[in-house]
């Protein structure tokens, strides 16, 4: 009598046990059953927050949910990390966002309140963005090598404009100065808003930008597009060599992707990548997504850590070359 008395509560307890991990897994297995908020740590309108909207639309449509979008600009991406961290770690609050929260700030920032590896998991690489080598249609310069070989005849003559320093546009060029071995002056603005307006009114010379900024005057001969910055030739201006065809390994695209907050169960996670990538091959989603300059991937979680590390390593290179110091 005495040994049952002391078997009861290991079998209440077993019991228990059985229930709850039964309730968390049918939790898992009802996944999604409320609407889901992607956070953006940019304004609307940036290459992150139009592949979020295309995304959501179309992941809402899958999954039978809402899937809203929350845009949470302020301090280089610093206010939407301390918003993920805040959310909890279920699947319903993620993360849209370019490689520069994780490959740059590290680099220019003495201290961040967030570290990629402690408070975050990789969902999926979205797509992938180019930027293209630009030059004033001035610039006595029609391919890659010429624009190397006159900034080599000219040194420190030739300059170029970016969307501010630390920004995608200047390391890029930073990376390709530094690769080639040319000397060219950065001016930076803020933005592309008023970077390519200088480019077009001729007060700098070249630039890296998207494709949609600089089509239009490219269709009016005031600019020439020279190169693109990915490993390869894009989808988007299949006739614009990339720069590795004259720098090999040269690729420097502008990563976007997902992510979730560190804990989120493993079941939620992947059945968010697995339906990104089905959306990411949709006929629509593409055609939509390269008219705004975007290449969809679809690319599993793993696939955008090694993106993310990979883009760190490269970027971490061109901070160093365009002597950038953490602040």
Do not use: C, W
Request: charged residues 15%; glycine residues 10%; without cysteine.
């Amino acid at each position: 009598m005495k040994q049952s008395r002391s078997l009861l509560p290991t079998a209440a307890l077993l019991s228990l046990l059985a229930v709850g991990g039964s309730g968390a897994a049918q939790a898992q297995s009802d996944y999604p059953d409320r609407p889901i908020k992607f956070i953006v740590p940019y304004s609307a309108g940036g290459l992150p927050d139009t592949v979020a909207r295309v995304i959501a639309q179309r992941l809402g449509d899958r999954l039978g949910q809402h899937v809203v979008v929350d845009n949470r600009p302020g301090a280089n991406g610093v206010v939407a990390a301390v918003a993920m961290k805040a959310a909890p770690a279920d699947g319903y609050t993620l993360l849209v966002t370019d490689g520069s929260m994780f490959s740059i700030n590290p680099h220019i920032y003495k201290s961040l309140s967030y570290d990629y590896k402690r408070d975050f998991i990789p969902v999926s690489l979205a797509a992938r963005a180019p930027l293209f080598l630009t030059v004033h249609a001035s610039v006595p310069a029609n391919t890659l090598q010429e624009f190397i070989d006159l900034a080599k005849a000219k040194p420190g003559t030739l300059n170029y404009g970016s969307s501010g320093i630390g920004s995608s546009h200047h390391l890029t060029m930073e990376a390709l100065k530094s690769a080639v071995g040319i000397n060219v002056l950065h001016i930076p603005y803020k933005g592309t808003g008023q970077s390519v307006p200088a480019l077009i009114g001729g007060q700098v010379q070249s630039l890296f930008s998207a494709l949609p900024s600089l089509s239009g005057f490219v269709k009016t001969g005031q600019v020439k597009l020279l190169a693109t910055s990915i490993g390869q030739r894009s989808p988007l201006a299949p006739s614009i060599p990339s720069i590795a065809e004259t720098v090999p390994g040269f690729d420097f695209g502008v990563i976007i992707g997902v992510l979730a907050p560190t804990g989120t169960p493993s079941a939620v996670v992947e059945r968010i990548s697995s339906e990104i990538a089905k959306v990411a091959k949709m006929p629509e989603v593409i055609q939509t997504l390269t008219a705004s300059g975007v290449d969809p991937v679809g690319g599993s979680s793993a696939e955008y850590d090694r993106a993310i590390l990979n883009e760190n390593a490269k970027l971490a290179k061109a901070i160093a070359a365009a002597g950038i110091k953490a602040e």
